[in-house]
C-alpha cells in the first residue's frame, strides 16, 4: 500500500513539474506586427526622396559639367585645368553628401529596427510569465523549431497584443 501511495506522489509531482512550451514564428510575427511595417515604410519613403535628391543634384551638376565644358574651350589651357579641377572637388563633395545623407538614413533605420526588435522580445518574455511558460521557442527562417502543433504557436497571440498596445 505504501509502495502504491508513493507511486502516486511521484507520478503526482512530475505531472505538475510539466513545463510549457510555446513557440512563435519569428517570420509571420515580424511581417504582421504594424509597427515594423510602418517603420519600414517610412524608411522605403525617406530612401525614395533620398534618391530623388540625389538624381537631381546629379542631373544639376551634369549641367553644369557640360556648360563648363563649353566654356573651357574658349580658356587657357591652364586656366581650364584648374577649373576643371575645381569642378571635380565639387563633385566629389556633392557625392560625399549625398553618400552621408544615405548612411544617417541606414543607420536610422537600423537603430529603429532593433528597438524595434527589442519589444518584441521583451513582450515575448512577458507574456511567457505571465502565462506560465517555461520555455518560448522561435521558429519560422533560422528558427529553432522545426516542427510545433498549431496549440503551441504563439504568433497569432503576440502579433494581437503587439499590434493592440501599438495602436495606443
Not at 514564428?25 to 519613403?45: H, R
Not at 551638376?61 to 576643371?84: T, V
Not at 518560448?136 to 494581437?160: P, R
Request: neutral net charge.
Amino acid at each position: 500500500m505504501k509502495k502504491v501511495i508513493v507511486a502516486f506522489a511521484v507520478l503526482a509531482f512530475i505531472s505538475c513539474k510539466q513545463e510549457k512550451i510555446g513557440y512563435v514564428d519569428n517570420v509571420k510575427l515580424m511581417d504582421d506586427y504594424q509597427e515594423k511595417i510602418d517603420v519600414e515604410a517610412k524608411f522605403k519613403a525617406k530612401a525614395e526622396a533620398m534618391g530623388k535628391k540625389k538624381d537631381s543634384i546629379s542631373q544639376a551638376f551634369q549641367i553644369e559639367a557640360q556648360a563648363f565644358q563649353a566654356k573651357a574651350e574658349s580658356m587657357s589651357q591652364k586656366k581650364a585645368q584648374e577649373e576643371y579641377g575645381l569642378m571635380q572637388q565639387k563633385g566629389q563633395f556633392i557625392g560625399q553628401q549625398i553618400q552621408q545623407e544615405e548612411q544617417q538614413i541606414q543607420e536610422q533605420g537600423q537603430t529603429e529596427m532593433d528597438s524595434l526588435v527589442n519589444k518584441v522580445k521583451a513582450e515575448i518574455k512577458a507574456y511567457g510569465k505571465t502565462n506560465g511558460y517555461t520555455y518560448i521557442l522561435g521558429g519560422g527562417d533560422g528558427g529553432s523549431v522545426l516542427f510545433g502543433t498549431d496549440a503551441n504557436d504563439l504568433t497569432d497571440e503576440i502579433v494581437k497584443i503587439l499590434n493592440d498596445k501599438y495602436k495606443k
